[in-house]
């Protein structure tokens, strides 16, 4: 049976290659997900290292952009990460049937 791990990266600086290669035998999905920029290096460390791999990696986060004055909740669903998209990709992805 698969299970699922948080990582909270904002407590840990980098994520060890150790930790990546556990996660391959229990896992068949990595979300990332941040509230700032979508582009970051630890996003792109984490993907460029399950390439060569069977783990699905799906990264969320903000545009590259500078929104001023903006409703938290539209701001996260103009992202795609609003919790309801989040969990409807995960059932995609990982090709589950809604119970």
């Not at 582009?39 to 792109?44: F, I, L, M, T």
């Not at 103009?78 to 969990?87: A, H, P, R, T, Y």
């Amino acid at each position: 049976k698969k299970k699922q791990t948080l990582i909270n990266q904002k407590y840990k600086k980098n994520v060890e290659t150790e930790i990546l290669s556990r996660l391959c035998e229990t896992h068949q999905l990595v979300l990332t997900i941040e509230d700032g920029v979508l582009e970051g290096k630890k996003k792109k460390k984490i993907a460029s290292f399950y390439g060569t791999t069977n783990m699905k990696v799906k990264n969320y986060g903000i545009l590259k952009s500078f929104p001023d004055r903006y409703v938290v909740d539209e701001l996260l669903r103009e992202n795609g990460i609003s919790e309801d998209q989040i969990l409807c990709d995960i059932k995609n992805i990982l090709k589950l049937k809604d119970n």
